[in-house]
C-alpha cells in the first residue's frame, strides 16, 4: 500500500460506500449539536417520524444564545431566543440525547465541552452544525461543520454524504517566542496566505512549531482554520492528546482504552505521503499579532502600520479599502496605542484555563483604564470551576472584568447583548466582520494577552512591553 495521510487514513476507515467519483458516503461516530440549530434539526426529524440512531452518540448543549450573566435562566437578550433553549431541551430529552442544559456544572460552548468530556476521540468523524467545528481536529478527529439539513441526515442515518476534499500540510517549523501564542501564530498565517489559502482542504498542521504548543494552543489553531477556509483541519495525535483523554467520562476504559490507544498511534502520515499541497512556516517569525480590518486576514504584527491598499494584491484592494473606512483608519497608522472602548475575552477561540491563566498573569496587580468595558466568559462549567478554585476569577474582578457564565457571548450578536456603536473593541474571537459584536462595532482580533493588556493601557498595546 502507498504512503497515506492521516486524513486518508481515517477516511477510509469510515468509507462507507463510494461509486466513481461521485460523493463518498462516510460513516459518522459523533455529533454535537447546540441549542441555535440542534433545534432545527431534531425538530424536522421528529416531523418525519424518523428516530435517532444510536442516540448515545450525539451530544447537545446550550451556548449560542443563552445569556452569560449571573442567575441567568431560559430567558435570553435574543427576540425569541427562549423557543430555541426550550425546544433543544424538548427535542433532546424526547430523542434520549446526552444534553449538556443551561444548570449542569458540564455546560458551555460546543467546542470546549467536546473535549473535556471526551467526546471527540483521535480517529473518529465529528460532525456539528457550526462553522468552528475543526477546532476539534486537535484530538486527531476528522471533525467539520454542516448545515441543519446534513445534521437530520446523519442523526437518522449514522451516515453523511461527502465529496472527498483535497488535503493540505502547513508545516510550521521553530517555536514561538515568549510572549507570542498560537492565536498570533493563526493570525499570521491567515494574513501571509490569505483568507481562502486553505479553501475547501483538509489541512495538517505538523512541524517543530505545532508539537511544541499545548493542547489548548493546538485547538486555538485548529479553530482559527475556519478562516482559512479549510473542510477541517487536523494535528496527528500524541501522548499529550492521550494523556488528556485517560479517565474522561466519553472516552473509552479498561480494556477498551488500551485497543484505543494502540489504534491511535498509528494515526500519523506515512513518511512520503503525498499532499495536494504543501506550505511552510517559520513560528520564530511571528509577533503578537492584531487585525486592522474587517477579516481576520487583514492582520500586522501589533508593532506595525495599517497598510496601504494600493501594495496590496489588486483583487483584494476592494475590500481593504471598505475595510479602512469602515474601522475609521488610514493607510500608515500605528496600531500600537490607538484608543479603544471594550475588551472582551472568551469564545471557542481563547476561552480555556490556558488561556484564561495567561490574560490573568498579565491583569495580576493591575487595572483596567478608566471607561473601557472589560468581560471575561469561561468556556464551559468545568473552566469556570477551575479558574475559580485557582482564583482567576479575583484577578479578572479586581482589576476591572466583568466575570461571567459560560457560552459564546459577545463573540457575536446572535445571544442579544453587543457592544456599542461603533465602539472600537480589542477581542480574543474568530472573527471581525462588520458588525459582528454589535451595530457598526470596529472589532479588533488578537490573543487573550493582547486583549488583557490593551483593556489596562485604554488602547491596543504590545502585551511584550507591559510584562517586560
Given at each position: 500500500?502507498?504512503?497515506?495521510?492521516?486524513?486518508?487514513?481515517?477516511?477510509?476507515?469510515?468509507?462507507?460506500?463510494?461509486?466513481g467519483e461521485a460523493a463518498a458516503l462516510i460513516a459518522i461516530d459523533r455529533v454535537f449539536l447546540h441549542e441555535r440549530t440542534g433545534s432545527i434539526a431534531l425538530k424536522s426529524l421528529r416531523a418525519r417520524g424518523r428516530p435517532v440512531v444510536g442516540p448515545e452518540r450525539v451530544f447537545c448543549t446550550m451556548d449560542h444564545i443563552v445569556d452569560t450573566f449571573a442567575g441567568r435562566s431560559d430567558e435570553t437578550k435574543m427576540p425569541g431566543g427562549r423557543a430555541f433553549i426550550e425546544e433543544t431541551r424538548e427535542a433532546a430529552r424526547e430523542a434520549g440525547l446526552t444534553l449538556f442544559d443551561?444548570?449542569?456544572?458540564?455546560?458551555?460552548?460546543?467546542?470546549?465541552?467536546?473535549?473535556?468530556?471526551?467526546?471527540?476521540?483521535?480517529?473518529?468523524?465529528?460532525?456539528?452544525?457550526?462553522?468552528?467545528?475543526?477546532?476539534?481536529?486537535?484530538?486527531?478527529?476528522?471533525?467539520?461543520?454542516?448545515?441543519?439539513?446534513?445534521?437530520?441526515?446523519?442523526?437518522?442515518?449514522?451516515?453523511?454524504?461527502?465529496?472527498?476534499?483535497?488535503?493540505?500540510?502547513?508545516?510550521?517549523?521553530?517555536?514561538?517566542?515568549?510572549?507570542?501564542?498560537?492565536?498570533?501564530?493563526?493570525?499570521?498565517?491567515?494574513?501571509?496566505?490569505?483568507?481562502?489559502?486553505?479553501?475547501?482542504?483538509?489541512?495538517?498542521?505538523?512541524?517543530?512549531?505545532?508539537?511544541?504548543?499545548?493542547?489548548?494552543?493546538?485547538?486555538?489553531?485548529?479553530?482559527?482554520?475556519?478562516?482559512?477556509?479549510?473542510?477541517?483541519?487536523?494535528?496527528?495525535?500524541?501522548?499529550?492528546?492521550?494523556?488528556?483523554?485517560?479517565?474522561?467520562?466519553?472516552?473509552?476504559?479498561?480494556?477498551?482504552?488500551?485497543?484505543?490507544?494502540?489504534?491511535?498511534?498509528?494515526?500519523?502520515?506515512?513518511?512520503?505521503?503525498?499532499?495536494?499541497?504543501?506550505?511552510?512556516?517559520?513560528?520564530?517569525?511571528?509577533?503578537?499579532?492584531?487585525?486592522?480590518?474587517?477579516?481576520?486576514?487583514?492582520?500586522?504584527?501589533?508593532?506595525?502600520?495599517?497598510?496601504?491598499?494600493?501594495?496590496?494584491?489588486?483583487?483584494?484592494?476592494?475590500?481593504?479599502?471598505?475595510?479602512?473606512?469602515?474601522?475609521?483608519?488610514?493607510?500608515?497608522?500605528?496600531?500600537?496605542?490607538?484608543?479603544?472602548?471594550?475588551?472582551?475575552?472568551?469564545?471557542?477561540?481563547?476561552?480555556?484555563?490556558?488561556?484564561?491563566?495567561?490574560?490573568?498573569?498579565?491583569?495580576?496587580?493591575?487595572?483596567?483604564?478608566?471607561?473601557?468595558?472589560?468581560?471575561?466568559?469561561?468556556?464551559?462549567?468545568?473552566?469556570?470551576?477551575?479558574?475559580?478554585?485557582?482564583?482567576?476569577?479575583?484577578?479578572?474582578?479586581?482589576?476591572?472584568?466583568?466575570?461571567?457564565?459560560?457560552?459564546?457571548?459577545?463573540?457575536?450578536?446572535?445571544?442579544?447583548?453587543?457592544?456599542?456603536?461603533?465602539?472600537?473593541?480589542?477581542?480574543?474571537?474568530?472573527?471581525?466582520?462588520?458588525?459582528?459584536?454589535?451595530?457598526?462595532?470596529?472589532?479588533?482580533?488578537?490573543?487573550?494577552?493582547?486583549?488583557?493588556?490593551?483593556?489596562?493601557?485604554?488602547?491596543?498595546?504590545?502585551?511584550?512591553?507591559?510584562?517586560?
Amino acid at each position: 500500500m502507498s504512503p497515506r495521510t492521516l486524513f486518508d487514513k481515517i477516511w477510509d476507515q469510515h468509507l462507507v460506500l463510494q461509486r466513481g467519483e461521485a460523493a463518498a458516503l462516510i460513516a459518522i461516530d459523533r455529533v454535537f449539536l447546540h441549542e441555535r440549530t440542534g433545534s432545527i434539526a431534531l425538530k424536522s426529524l421528529r416531523a418525519r417520524g424518523r428516530p435517532v440512531v444510536g442516540p448515545e452518540r450525539v451530544f447537545c448543549t446550550m451556548d449560542h444564545i443563552v445569556d452569560t450573566f449571573a442567575g441567568r435562566s431560559d430567558e435570553t437578550k435574543m427576540p425569541g431566543g427562549r423557543a430555541f433553549i426550550e425546544e433543544t431541551r424538548e427535542a433532546a430529552r424526547e430523542a434520549g440525547l446526552t444534553l449538556f442544559d443551561l444548570g449542569d456544572p458540564r455546560q458551555g460552548i460546543v467546542h470546549v465541552v467536546s473535549p473535556e468530556q471526551g467526546v471527540v476521540l483521535p480517529g473518529a468523524t465529528l460532525i456539528c452544525p457550526d462553522s468552528h467545528t475543526s477546532t476539534q481536529g486537535a484530538f486527531g478527529a476528522l471533525a467539520w461543520g454542516v448545515g441543519s439539513s446534513e445534521a437530520e441526515h446523519a442523526l437518522a442515518t449514522g451516515a453523511l454524504r461527502v465529496a472527498k476534499p483535497k488535503t493540505m500540510r502547513v508545516r510550521i517549523d521553530g517555536r514561538l517566542a515568549r510572549g507570542v501564542t498560537a492565536k498570533d501564530l493563526a493570525l499570521a498565517l491567515i494574513a501571509r496566505h490569505g483568507s481562502a489559502g486553505g479553501k475547501g482542504a483538509v489541512v495538517e498542521y505538523a512541524g517543530e512549531g505545532v508539537r511544541s504548543l499545548d493542547l489548548a494552543g493546538r485547538l486555538t489553531l485548529c479553530n482559527m482554520a475556519a478562516e482559512f477556509s479549510v473542510f477541517s483541519a487536523i494535528i496527528a495525535p500524541d501522548d499529550l492528546v492521550f494523556d488528556y483523554l485517560q479517565g474522561r467520562p466519553y472516552a473509552p476504559k479498561g480494556v477498551d482504552w488500551a485497543a484505543a490507544l494502540a489504534a491511535w498511534r498509528e494515526l500519523v502520515s506515512d513518511e512520503g505521503a503525498m499532499f495536494d499541497r504543501e506550505v511552510v512556516f517559520d513560528a520564530a517569525e511571528v509577533s503578537p499579532m492584531i487585525t486592522w480590518g474587517a477579516s481576520p486576514q487583514h492582520a500586522v504584527a501589533i508593532d506595525g502600520t495599517v497598510p496601504d491598499p494600493m501594495l496590496l494584491p489588486a483583487e483584494t484592494r476592494p475590500a481593504a479599502e471598505r475595510a479602512l473606512q469602515y474601522m475609521d483608519l488610514k493607510p500608515g497608522m500605528a496600531l500600537e496605542g490607538l484608543k479603544i472602548d471594550a475588551a472582551f475575552i472568551g469564545s471557542c477561540t481563547n476561552s480555556r484555563i490556558e488561556d484564561l491563566r495567561r490574560a490573568a498573569s498579565v491583569l495580576r496587580g493591575r487595572k483596567v483604564a478608566a471607561g473601557i468595558k472589560a468581560i471575561c466568559v469561561p468556556g464551559s462549567g468545568p473552566v469556570k470551576q477551575q479558574a475559580e478554585a485557582e482564583g482567576l476569577d479575583a484577578v479578572f474582578k479586581a482589576a476591572g472584568f466583568e466575570w461571567r457564565e459560560p457560552g459564546c457571548s459577545m463573540c457575536f450578536f446572535a445571544g442579544g447583548e453587543s457592544f456599542g456603536l461603533r465602539e472600537r473593541v480589542v477581542s480574543s474571537t474568530n472573527r471581525n466582520f462588520e458588525s459582528r459584536q454589535g451595530p457598526e462595532t470596529r472589532s479588533h482580533l488578537a490573543s487573550p494577552e493582547t486583549v488583557a493588556a490593551s483593556a489596562v493601557a485604554g488602547a491596543l498595546a504590545d502585551v511584550r512591553k507591559i510584562m517586560s
